[in-house]
Nanobody, 124 residues
Framework: QVQLVESGGGSVQAGGSLRLSCAAS????????MGWFRQAPGKEREFVAAISWSSGRTYYTDSVKDRFAIARDNAKNMGDLQMNSLKPEDTAVYYC?????????????????WGQGTHVTISS
């Protein structure tokens, strides 16, 4: 089993920044992909960003490109999501997830392990 724990959520005003972290522990495998998803109130969970652990290639949904940056720390088995220029529409519960393999998918059914989520609230 793999355990994922997110941290770094909180409340900021529009235009501010937050950095989310995801720590992975337990069974390890390689290669794998770490993804971030979010679920806003009353909406379905959606893909935000992903990173291939082996190649470092990154992928973003259009609404966060140029504002968010996903990164990995191989030594610490952690991933970060740096979120800048935050908007009220970024308000959501953010989840990190891992899938075994090297292909990046943007739909949640392809991810095997999930964290509990961390709340992000952006006020206008």
């Amino acid at each position: 089993q793999v355990q994922l724990v997110e941290s770094g959520g909180g409340s900021v005003q529009a235009g501010g920044s937050l950095r989310l972290s995801c720590a992975a522990s337990g069974r390890t495998f390689s290669p794998y992909v770490m993804g971030w998803f979010r679920q806003a109130p009353g909406k379905e969970r959606e893909f935000v960003a992903a990173i291939s652990w082996s190649s470092g290639r990154t992928y973003y949904t259009d609404s966060v490109k140029d504002r968010f940056a996903i990164a990995r720390d191989n030594a610490k088995n952690m991933g970060d999501l740096q979120m800048n220029s935050l908007k009220p529409e970024d308000t959501a519960v953010y989840y990190c997830a891992i899938r075994e393999g090297d292909e990046v998918y943007v739909t949640e059914e392809h991810y095997d392990y999930w964290g509990q989520g961390t709340h992000v609230t952006i006020s206008s």
